[in-house]
């Protein structure tokens, strides 16, 4: 069996160089290349083939979700671990939901994600203990019958409350750092599973539902 083969995607240029110096000491690790952001990441995948891809979550031109999103869809076979600074409940469900295996935290020890790398490899899953609280939190809700967003996605219920904040498609696109045209595709879903017309009907519906909070 070859080097397990890496792809290093984080917009922070300090970030990618000390990874990629820590990965390449281990024997059977192999970084075949790096990515400044989800753009760069699904051109280089397709370029590149990894075996596994460790993505961050909030980058320029497209995020981290979006771009697990798309390279899954012609790349089934590519795995994924989320490494981030973020551990807020929504960034966890759209990340595990777009398809990642592992979800660690760029505190942990670097034991945990040589571990987490050769596990997703292996087709297994490695999920932090501060994470896996949070997964288990979200199902204990809905077993209790909480609000569950109506078959909403995360991405789709973050955009959501961004948009009874009252922020436009630009503003929304900017802050995710989507474009703007995956901004309506997703505008266009939540309107569908709500069965609504318009974003005052959807704020209001998802509102009274409790699917969302001001």
Known sequence: ????????????????????????REVDFD???????????VNKTKELSP??????????????????????????????IILTTYSDDE??????????????????????LFKAIRAVYRGESLIQPVVASKL????????????????LSGRELEILQLMAKGAA???????????QSTVKTHIANIFQKLGVN?????VTHALKKGIIRL
């Open 1 to 24: 069996m070859g080097a397990i083969k890496i792809l290093i995607v984080d917009d922070h240029p300090v970030v990618r160089e000390g990874l990629f110096a820590m990965l390449s």
């Open 31 to 41: 970084v075949v290349g790096e990515a400044k952001d989800g753009m760069d990441a």
């Open 51 to 80: 075996d596994v891809v460790l993505m961050d979550l909030r980058m320029p031109e497209m995020d981290g979700v979006e771009a697990i999103r798309q390279i899954k869809s012609t790349m089934p076979d590519v795995k994924f």
């Open 91 to 112: 960034y966890i469900f759209s990340g595990i939901e777009a398809g990642a295996r592992a979800y660690l935290l760029k505190d942990a020890p670097r034991e945990d």
């Open 136 to 151: 288990l939190d979200r199902f204990s809700e809905l077993s209790r019958g909480t609000p569950s967003g109506e078959g």
């Open 169 to 179: 498609n630009k503003e929304i696109s900017a802050q995710l750092s989507i474009a």
């Open 198 to 202: 318009d974003r005052t009907e959807a």
